[in-house]
C-alpha cells in the first residue's frame, strides 16, 4: 500500500492507550486523521478490486493451457493446468458475481479520499495536487475495471462449458477409453467443437478489456507513487523514510 506508508503518523492512529497526545489532538484538528483513515480504507478497497479483476484472467489462462493440452492428447499437462483451474474457476465466478459490489467500495474509497484531502488544512498545495490525481486515476480505473467486468460475464460463458468439457475429456482419458492419442484427440475436439467459435470470440473479447484496463491502472500506480513523495513529509519523526 504505497499511499497509506506515506502518512504513518503513528500516535494519531496506532491505537495505544492512555491519554489522547497533542499529535494526536492537532491530527484531529487539521484533518489528518480523517485523511489517514480515507488512504487506508482507499488502499484496501483498490487492493480488493484488482483481485478480483485478475482472477478469471487467472482462470481463463489455465482453461486455455489445458485446451491447449488436451487438443494435442497430452494427458498429463491437461491435469496440470486442470488442477490450477480446479481453485481458479470457482474464485473466478465468485469475482465476478461480486466486482460490482467491490468497485462501488472503490469508487466510495476515491470519494472519501477526495473528501478528506480537501478538509485537510495542512497540506499544501502540492500535496492535495497530489491527492487528487490519486482521486481522478482511480475513478479512470474503476470506469476500466467496471467494463472489464460486463466483458467478463458476457465471456465466462464460453469458459464455464469449456471447463466442463475438460472434465469429461479427462475423465474417460484417465478411464482408458481412447486407444491411443490421435483417438483422445479427435475425442476431445468432438468434445469442443460446438463450443469452439464462441471460446475463440470470448478469448478475443477477455484480452482485449483485460489489455484496455491496464493503462488506467498503471496510472494510478503512478499517482500514487507521486503523492507517497508529496505526502512524506508529513511522516512521524523518527518513521522508515522520514
Known amino acids: 500500500m504505497l499511499l497509506a506508508a506515506a502518512l504513518s503518523m503513528v500516535s494519531m492512529v496506532s491505537g495505544c ?52 493440452a488436451a487438443a494435442q492428447a497430452d494427458q498429463g499437462v491437461a491435469a496440470q493446468a486442470r488442477r490450477r483451474s480446479r481453485v481458479a474457476v470457482p474464485a473466478a465466478r465468485a469475482a465476478l458475481a461480486g466486482l460490482a459490489a467491490t468497485l462501488r467500495g472503490y469508487r466510495a474509497g476515491a470519494v472519501e479520499l477526495a473528501a478528506a484531502a480537501r478538509a485537510a488544512s495542512s497540506l499544501d498545495d ?17 470506469d476500466a475495471i467496471d467494463a472489464f467486468r460486463v466483458a467478463g460475464q458476457s465471456a465466462w460463458p ?16 484417465g478411464a482408458g477409453w481412447y486407444r491411443d492419442a490421435t483417438e483422445s484427440a479427435n475425442a476431445y ?10 471460446l475463440e470470440q470470448a478469448r478475443t473479447l477477455l484480452r482485449r478489456v483485460d489489455v484496455a484496463r491496464r493503462p488506467a491502472s ?4 503512478t499517482s ?19
Open 218 to 221: 498503471a496510472r494510478v500506480q
Open 126 to 142: 502540492i500535496q492535495r495536487a497530489a491527492l487528487n490525481e490519486v482521486v481522478q486515476a482511480a475513478e479512470a480505473e474503476s
Open 17 to 68: 492507550a492512555g491519554p489522547v497526545s497533542t499529535e494526536r489532538s492537532q491530527g484531529v484538528s487539521t484533518g489528518l486523521a480523517r485523511l489517514d483513515a480515507a488512504i487506508v480504507g482507499f488502499d484496501a478497497a483498490r487492493t480488493r478490486a484488482l483481485a478480483q479483476a485478475g482472477a478469471p484472467v487467472t482462470a481463463a489462462r489455465a482453461l486455455d493451457d489445458a485446451d491447449a
Open 189 to 198: 475436439a468432438v468434445l469442443v467443437q460446438d463450443q469452439r467459435l464462441a
Open 224 to 242: 500514487l507513487r507521486a503523492a507517497t513523495a508529496a505526502l512524506a513529509s508529513l511522516r512521524s519523526p523518527g518513521q522508515p523514510g522520514s
Open 158 to 173: 464460453a469458459y464455464a462449458s469449456l471447463d466442463e468439457a475438460q472434465g469429461v475429456w479427462l475423465t474417460r482419458a
